[in-house]
């Protein structure tokens, strides 16, 4: 398919015709090829003016605390509501092979058949924060073709979870009953970004659940009024951090945990701190693909190759320090660079032309 028909795809397909446009469509986009970043680039832009109407929701938690579990119960109550759901999960890839199992859509078996939800497993391959990296634009893609809930699964393997909160409108936190004291629950940093901590699996321990809440809910709250000074006084037009219970398994709960999510973005699209939250994630998105070329772009450059080898075996042998070799490799980039400018800059000028 051309850019121009998946772009057709996306927005005005239906049914299979829609899913693979917007599978080619995602594909395209997390290629790394140059001719297909040409191509991304102008579909992307394509797809803007219809993005930018779905809620984009980001749900972290440590494996095994029953995200998928929970996802596929939210998805299909929304489904119920009326709503479109597309859900974008991150899976851990293997240090050694790079692969990764990509067995979300198994454990969502009954979302992922639905006619009014998509799901799209990516491997993470080893980005930082749990989420690949083309993830926000894989959101765009969702968004264009008519999803209005876009919720994004992240790896859950640490602090380093915190990137979702810097794509998505709300951050959602899933903890376990019993799984630390009040201190545990402060020492977590991606506790300070939280909007909204979920206590799945209450219905194993419903005395540990209660417990946990009070104990989170104590934490959120010292957090927030050390972290924003406006938050030391209850504002009924902020969002305050909450705590729910639910039984993901059983359904439990995610009526309760929606109207705390529609409550947030009630106050939050009021107060005008929604908007503002999107703008702050554009640039940062932006300032992030920068440094992702520059990068690229460094390791593709015919000085950095041609010195690389050599460093790279005196660092392993301990002849030169790895800040050395960074430097050094850093100046004969820059070295190269200065010289092309003074080279054109040294161009006698062009002959002016005869008059006529």
Not at 322 to 330: E, K, P, V
Request: proline share 4%; net charge neutral; with cysteine.
């Amino acid at each position: 398919m051309t850019p121009d028909a998946i772009r057709e795809g996306v927005v005005q397909g239906t049914g299979g015709v829609q899913r693979r446009a917007m599978a080619k469509a995602i594909t395209l986009l997390e290629s790394t090829r140059a001719d297909h970043r040409a191509q991304a680039d102008g579909l992307l832009t394509a797809l803007l003016p219809h993005t930018g109407q779905a809620f984009r929701l980001g749900i972290s938690g440590v494996p095994g605390v029953g995200k998928s579990t929970f996802i596929e119960a939210l998805g299909l109550y929304l489904i119920g509501l009326g709503h479109r759901v597309a859900v974008l999960t991150i899976d851990p890839s293997s240090t050694v092979s790079g692969g990764s199992i990509l067995g979300d859509k198994t454990r969502m078996e009954h979302l992922s058949v639905h006619e009014k939800a998509y799901i799209r497993p990516s491997p993470s391959s080893g980005t930082l924060g749990g989420v690949a990296e083309k993830t926000r634009e894989a959101m765009l893609v969702c968004e264009a073709a008519g999803y209005d809930v876009v919720i994004v699964e992240t790896v859950g393997v640490g602090q380093s979870e915190i990137a979702v909160a810097g794509m998505t409108d709300m951050f959602v936190l899933m903890q376990l009953p019993n799984a630390g004291d009040d201190l545990q629950a402060i020492k977590k940093g991606v506790m300070e970004i939280a909007d909204l901590v979920v206590i799945n699996k209450a219905d194993l321990d419903k005395h540990a659940a209660t417990r946990a809440e009070a104990q989170i809910t104590s934490s959120l709250r010292l957090l927030s009024q050390h972290g924003n000074p406006e938050h030391a006084h209850h504002d009924d037009r902020l969002w305050h951090p909450k705590v729910v219970q639910i039984s993901a398994l059983h359904a439990q709960g995610v009526d309760g945990f929606w109207a705390a999510v529609s409550e947030f973005r009630r106050l939050q699209t009021a107060n005008g701190r929604l908007a503002s939250r999107r703008q702050q994630q554009a640039l940062a998105w932006m300032w992030e693909r920068i440094d992702a070329g520059l990068k690229q772009a460094f390791r593709q450059h015919p000085a950095v190759r041609a010195l690389l080898p050599q460093l790279q075996q005196d660092v392993a042998a301990g002849r030169v320090a790895a800040s050395t070799a960074a430097r050094n490799l850093l100046a004969a980039q820059q070295d190269q660079a200065q010289a092309a400018i003074e080279s054109i800059a040294n161009q006698p000028a062009p002959a002016p032309s005869p008059a006529a």
